[in-house]
């Protein structure tokens, strides 16, 4: 296995292979190969051989030969990985509320008033459900408002 651990600031500190190394520190992160290929790239510096970490752990970087250059399609699926993930707990969010509305609603004993709550918590389900079919998603996204202002968003 391959491990490394990373500073505050998200730059590599320090990789380690479990074949030569016997003890890994405590904190660092497990590798695919890729990830310890991308994290340990090889280069010149002043004529020596030097480890050369990616800028960040995004993994939005990659070597190109003489340094590290942003992947554009990597760096797109990240950022739909990271809208579709705060939308999905804007979605569970949503749905603790519900819950109690719609029991109310299948037991027959919802007022009017968490009837048309209930609505609109489903209409902005809905909503939420619809960022990915905005013409600026993912880098432009206009978030629907909670329905109620004391509702906090995402859990």
Known sequence: MKYATFNDDGRVACVYNDETVMIVPSGAYSLTQEQWDQRTALVLVDGEV????????????????????????AQEQATIAQ?????????????????PLQDAMDLGEATADEQEQLRVWKNYRVQLNRIEQQPGFPNSIEWPEPPFKDADQGD
């Open 83 to 99: 809208a579709i993930s705060w939308r999905d707990a804007l979605l569970r969010s949503a749905a603790m509320r519900m819950a």
């Open 50 to 73: 030097a480890i050369c970490p990616p800028p960040d752990v995004s993994g939005v970087y990659q070597w190109n030969g003489n340094k590290w250059v942003i992947n554009a399609d």
